[in-house]
């Protein structure tokens, strides 16, 4: 009999690459398809068996009757920059059974930076000066290292964060020299592994780039198979202009495109939603084009005196001269200090809030769309997170696919797993095949859901069993078990299947 480090048997098996036609290859044992029952033999770091009645001595084994095994899900789009380094725990994750975050999101990285100030908004997401100490991309990988985080780390470079490198302001367009400056730093970051270039071009801090600014510095993503991923300059009226903006660089720069959390934001545009995937859609056809989002109707970032709007409810989450608003909405703040609620805002400038500008029928819509892929957006140093933080992975699973029936078991895990692996190069990750890593999520697919609420934002989800990460277990019976195996995960090679 062979020998191996850990045998899970009799689970219900969900091998991350969905039930779609186009999705590939079924691994390893062909006949194991998803809800399947089958054991799986973990040795090392790696998955080396799968498949019903293995005949292994294991160092341990258990039976995981009734319980769902998943590859570990990766959260696509992250603000965990600097929270793998503070809070290598990283529970607001683990305890959802992510196993893998992808840093760098919407133009904004801890790394390569080197401040000259305090951090331009929205780079204050992810700390103060002091949290900015890695001027090169190496050095990042090397703190990662240093702190071993519980999850695996792989990561974007900011647009925002090289214009904040090598301009002495924002509100204008890089010249032509200081994309020369910020595309050797891409450069150099790719050499050493980073997946690709993100921006934030809604943000103030980024929206006087043009798209010939984007392009030019986009122009080495090519050679390195990397990827772009985008905040759109617009997710209100002007979104169709912004998609067609991302579009266009990524055809011009002959790279994938991945909007980041697509939505149609702002009371006016509500019920956009079909308009704006069959404008994504229509490209598919031509590029390698996807999107990712959040299971909520509302979203959250810095205070944005633009998206003030009377009718949308607005909480601020956090203000630097005003802590003792935390969690209060814009309108009764206004409400007290007798003043506008654009005036308020003015005032708690800088801070954060959510925005409950989103319809439920248009985030569902796009949330259950083939293109999309789950990503949290999660803001992991607010003192009062949108939930999606804690959330966002179970209650796709509990709430979406469970209960509500808007998209099968097996394509929402394909949503968090295979396809982001594939669409980043994240190799050996995302599916339950002999040799891959592994990076596993057993769950209760009965009883799996967020608790996280707007009033109570900092909940770990229930009915995730156990974790693993690189084969080492790392949070069972709601708690971490201690061990930080994470990686920092190069960018392997794309797969981009539509
Ligand atoms: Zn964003
Ligand atoms: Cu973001």
């Given at each position: 009999m062979k020998n191996c480090d850990l045998l899970i048997r009799n689970a219900r098996i969900y091998n991350g690459l969905g039930d779609g036609p186009d999705n590939g290859p079924s691994p390893g044992p062909a006949n194991i398809s998803n809800g399947a029952v089958a054991d799986l033999a973990v040795d090392g770091d790696r998955i080396v068996d799968l498949g019903p009645g293995l005949d292994y001595h294991a160092a341990h084994e258990f039976d995981a009757r009734g319980l769902a095994l998943a590859p570990g899900f990766i959260d696509v789009h992250t603000h965990d920059d600097t929270a793998v380094l503070r809070t290598p725990q990283m529970l607001p994750k683990i305890s959802q059974g992510v196993t893998t975050v992808i840093v760098g999101n919407c133009g904004i990285s801890a790394s390569p930076v080197t401040l000259h100030a305090d951090p331009p908004d929205p780079m204050n997401l992810l700390g103060g000066r002091d949290d900015f100490r890695y001027p090169t991309f190496r050095e990042y990988i090397s703190a990662i290292a240093e702190a071993r985080p519980a999850v695996n780390v792989a990561a974007l470079i900011g647009h925002t964060a090289l214009r904040s490198n090598h301009m002495n302001r924002l509100d204008r367009a890089a010249t032509e020299a200081e994309v020369g400056a910020m595309r050797a730093h891409l450069d150099d970051a790719l050499a050493g592994g980073a997946l690709g270039l993100s921006t934030g071009l809604a943000y103030l801090s980024a929206i006087h780039a043009t798209t010939e600014e984007v392009i030019a510095l986009a122009q080495p993503l090519a050679a390195h198979h990397a990827v772009y991923t985008t905040h759109l300059r617009s997710e209100t009226e002007t979104i169709l202009d912004a998609l067609r903006e991302a579009f266009t660089i990524g055809d011009q720069s002959q790279v994938p495109v991945i909007v980041s959390h697509l939505k149609c934001a702002g009371i006016a545009n509500w019920g956009r939603s079909p308009e704006v995937l069959s404008a994504l859609e229509a490209v598919r056809e031509t590029q390698a084009v996807g999107c990712d989002c959040y299971p909520y109707a509302a979203g959250s970032s810095t205070l944005d005196l633009r998206q003030v709007d009377e009718r949308v409810a607005i909480t601020i989450t956090w203000s630097t001269p005003h802590p003792e608003v935390s969690g209060q909405p814009l309108a009764r703040i206004a409400e007290s200090w007798g003043v506008t609620q654009l005036e308020a805002a003015r005032r708690l400038q800088p801070a954060g809030a959510i925005y409950h500008s989103i319809s439920e029928e248009d985030m569902r819509r796009i949330l259950a769309h083939p293109a999309t892929m789950i990503g949290s957006d999660g803001l992991p140093l607010d003192p009062r997170p949108h939930p999606r933080l804690w959330g966002t992975f179970p209650r796709v699973l509990g709430r979406y696919s469970r209960e509500e029936k808007l998209l099968p078991l097996a394509a929402a895990i394909h949503k968090m797993t295979g396809m982001p692996a594939a669409r980043f190069g994240l190799e050996g990750r995302g599916v339950l095949t002999p040799?891959?890593?592994?990076d596993l999520v057993l769950f209760d697919p009965e009883s799996v859901t967020?608790?996280?609420?707007?009033?109570?934002?900092?909940q770990p989800a229930k009915g995730i069993s156990h974790v693993w990460v690189n084969g080492v277990l790392t949070y069972t019976a709601q708690e971490s078990t201690g061990e930080r195996a994470g990686r920092f995960l190069p960018r392997g090679r794309t797969r981009w299947i539509q």
């Open positions: 040799g891959a890593f592994a967020d608790t996280a609420t707007y009033s109570d934002p900092i």
